[in-house]
T-cell receptor, first 114, second 111 residues
Framework: KAGVTQTPRYLIKTRGQQVTLSCSPI?????VSWYQQTPGQGLQFLFE???????NKGNFPGRFSGRQFSNSRSEMNVSTLELGDSALYLC?????????????FGNGTRLTVT | QKEVEQNSGPLSVPEGAIASLNCTYS??????FFWYRQYSGKSPELIMS????GDKEDGRFTAQLNKASQYVSLLIRDSQPSDSATYLC???????????FGGGTRVLVKP
């Protein structure tokens, strides 16, 4: 069974631009969660989608948004990029909703904002 | 108080010894607990899950859960240099709640 696939692996953007990251979950997994990882803050929860609906949201500004499609694939969008948005963005899928079953992580997208 | 707390380390252990990692959490309603391993530059990978009080063993790894004291621990027996990584504790709250991660403990196994 294929794992969680995230694209692209690396991105370099300029302040003020927007970016869209993509995540394909493990086949059969209906929940997709997104996390931001930085050296200073560790793994911070962004949001979780289940059955195309956002079920949980972390403490991030509205510039961070996401969506999930009927095939469970998910996208995350960050608008008006700031230098502080530079991070590793991790997508994780699970069979059940957040916390009930283990998360399986993709390889991440490393975003650099200059 | 952070929701999930871990000692950042590094925890230095000689090869062949037991590495003991601890994690405390603040939400008494937490139901699911996970340990992940993350190598430098890689994404977290699941090592263990534990849902009820007591010990759970899987190979060289043992997870221990004590809900009354609100801590979960991970023991790595016969530590190998390949076990050198950051170990993340993750805790979920009530059913359907998000998974919250601790800051991780860096483990260094010296040959």
């Amino acid at each position: 069974k294929a794992g969680v696939t995230q694209t692209p692996r690396y991105l370099i953007k300029t302040r003020g631009q927007q970016v869209t990251l993509s995540c394909s979950p493990i086949s059969g997994h209906r929940s997709v969660s997104w996390y931001q990882q930085t050296p200073g803050q560790g793994l911070q929860f962004l949001f979780e989608y289940f059955s195309e609906t956002q079920r949980n949201k972390g403490n991030f500004p509205g510039r961070f948004s996401g969506r999930q499609f009927s095939n469970s694939r998910s996208e995350m969008n960050v608008s008006t990029l700031e230098l502080g948005d530079s991070a590793l963005y991790l997508c994780a899928s699970s069979q059940d909703r957040g916390g009930n079953s283990p998360l399986h992580f993709g390889n991440g997208t490393r975003l650099t904002v200059t | 108080q952070k929701e999930v707390e871990q000692n950042s380390g590094p925890l230095s252990v000689p090869e062949g010894a037991i590495a003991s990692l601890n994690c405390t959490y603040s939400d008494r309603g937490s139901q699911s607990f996970f340990w992940y391993r993350q190598y430098s530059g890689k994404s977290p990978e699941l090592i263990m899950s534990i849902y009820s009080n007591g010990d759970k063993e899987d190979g060289r790894f043992t997870a221990q859960l004590n809900k009354a004291s609100q801590y979960v621990s991970l023991l790595i027996r016969d530590s190998q240099p390949s076990d050198s990584a950051t170990y993340l504790c993750a805790v979920s709250g009530a059913a359907g709640n998000k998974l919250t991660f601790g800051g991780g403990t860096r483990v260094l196994v010296k040959p």
